[in-house]
């Protein structure tokens, strides 16, 4: 079955102390992306990766890391979390292909940070 | 900087009742256009999208959208909700230019048995 999945679902942490979310593809995607998702603001993209190795900031990347060395993978690092990053992060997954341009996501984390 | 713009932010609706959910976007290029749906503790899955050709779109489980290219609109539509149609509903753009979509920040539906 083609999926995105991302662990762990739901994670409550404490301010500063280094998080990871991994997300994984098994649809053979170069595309891949991090959006979070806050209540009145729809989602928004956190970091994208056209391909592994490449990667690139969205709209949100402040407090953000991520990595992309194998294609199927692509975490999203916290390393020093704070309150404001509370919300719900979807990662994305989609081909290179423009005539077919649809993205799959993965079922969300939750993340709490007090 | 395109922006995409939902303007009813919560709507309810009985059973049956008819439905359109209003888009608009910012930008004046070529754009691709997509509304996405939400079920309630699930991610988001793809209800329709428009790339080219008919401006009227028709979509899963009944929905349909239609791009007005001179109002920058893509509205939502149903002519019949389902109380399973509960859930929250985003536009998004992709312009030809970026990789990422822009999406609005969403409608959320409740339909009453």
């Known amino acids: 079955e083609a999926q995105v999945t991302q662990n762990p679902r739901y994670l409550i942490t404490v301010t500063g102390k280094k998080l990871t979310v991994t997300c994984s593809q098994n649809m053979n995607h170069e595309y891949m992306s991090w959006y979070r998702q806050d209540p009145g603001l729809g989602l928004r993209q956190i970091y994208y990766s056209m391909n592994v190795e490449v990667t690139d900031k969205g709209d949100v990347p402040e407090g953000y890391k991520v990595s992309r060395k194998e294609k199927r993978n692509f975490p999203l690092i916290l390393e020093s979390p704070s309150p404001n990053q509370t919300s719900l992060y979807f990662c994305a997954s989609s081909s290179r292909d423009s005539t077919s341009y649809e993205q799959y996501f993965g079922p969300g984390t939750r993340l709490t940070v007090t | 900087a395109q922006s995409v713009s939902q303007h009813n932010h919560h709507v309810i609706l009985s059973e049956a009742a008819s439905l359109e959910l209003g888009c608009n976007y910012s930008?004046?290029?070529?754009?691709?256009l997509f509304w996405y749906v939400q079920y309630p503790g699930q991610h988001l899955q793809l209800l329709l999208k428009y790339f080219s050709g008919d401006p009227l779109v028709k979509g899963i489980k009944g929905f349909e959208a239609e791009f007005i290219k001179s109002k920058f609109s893509f509205n939502l539509r149903k002519p019949s909700v389902q109380w399973s149609d509960t859930a929250e509903y985003f536009c998004?753009?992709?312009?030809?230019?970026?990789?990422?979509?822009?999406f609005g920040s969403g409608t959320r539906l409740q339909v009453q048995p």
């Open positions: 930008y004046g290029g070529t754009v691709n």
């Open positions: 998004a753009v992709k312009d030809t230019g970026r990789r990422a979509l822009t």
